[in-house]
């Protein structure tokens, strides 16, 4: 199997434990826990940021000492709701209480000490639909670099229905050259709709250096330290996937693969 992609070790408890040194990267961590109502959970950030993501569910947070109780209203992912999302900084800890069965990710990056704990409102997240025919898919824009609330988090959530394609065209962001391009590894949580379901996800550089292409299942994490990560869900079935990158710096500029490049362009009109 391949090394980049990640099977959860259970179905209850913190089944995704992923850190920069376990990726073999610098940058992005990604933890799941499998709640049942009435479990606790506590870490302390470390040198880390964290925005906690309630994927579904609801849970009692506190973070830095600070009481947000309850959030989470969004039962099952595939309602397409807003998340309610908390930002925790470096040099802290917080702790969540599930007030029923709940899915809570933590997204996890270097922290520079510039941003305090906070709530990320979800009504302040606009669902926005991105591409056209079978390249459509929507977006709920959790923690992107248009909203100032992370030193080097950007976290995402994207829904490709049934039979459609993401994060497609083919792009990449592997090279630190602002404007041009950021330098961003990323990791793809991915949930299936019904749960039996699989997505493909290509993982390939231009040169071939890598090419890999993974079926992932529900509850599944694909690695993507450099090159091209495009995805596609078999008819009948639709996914979901939580995005995390972090880099040198918290822009997200990146360049399509040349060879498909005109599909974009079609696209958007250019």
């Not at 990710?105 to 302040?124: F, L, N, R, Y």
């Not at 961003?184 to 991915?190: D, G, I, R």
């Not at 990158?245 to 918290?250: D, E, H, I, S």
């Amino acid at each position: 199997m391949s090394k980049l992609l990640i099977k959860p070790t259970g179905a209850a408890g913190k089944v995704h434990d992923i850190t920069a040194k376990s990726a073999g990267w610098d940058y992005v961590g990604f933890g799941l826990y499998r709640l049942s109502a009435g479990d606790t959970v506590a870490e302390a950030t470390g040198d880390t940021e964290v925005i906690l993501v309630l994927v579904e569910g609801k849970a009692n947070i506190t973070a830095s000492g600070i009481d947000f109780g309850e959030l989470g209203d969004r039962m099952n992912v595939f309602e397409r709701t807003p998340p309610h999302c908390a930002y925790v900084p470096n040099g802290a800890d917080w702790s969540a209480t599930a007030t029923t069965d709940c899915t809570l990710a933590v997204c996890t990056a270097p922290g520079k000490g510039g941003h305090i704990a906070q709530v990320i409102d979800p009504k302040s997240i606009t669902l926005e639909t991105r591409g056209q025919g079978a390249n459509t898919r929507y977006i709920n824009a959790i923690a992107m670099e248009e909203r100032d609330v992370a030193d080097s988090l950007l976290v995402t959530e994207v829904f490709t229905p049934s039979g459609n394609w993401s994060s497609y065209p083919p792009h990449r962001h592997d090279e630190d050259n602002f404007p041009h391009m950021t330098y961003l590894e990323e990791s793809y949580y991915h949930r299936l709709n019904p749960k039996q379901g699989y997505i493909h996800q290509r993982v390939f550089t231009d040169d071939g250096s890598l090419d890999e292409t993974m079926s992932a299942s529900n509850h599944d994490v694909v690695l993507v330290p450099k090159g091209h990560h495009p995805c596609g869900v078999p008819y009948g079935y639709d996914a979901y996937y939580l995005n995390v990158m972090a880099g040198p710096l918290r822009k997200w500029r990146f360049e399509n693969h040349p060879e498909h490049d005109w599909i974009y362009q079609r696209d958007s009109g250019q």
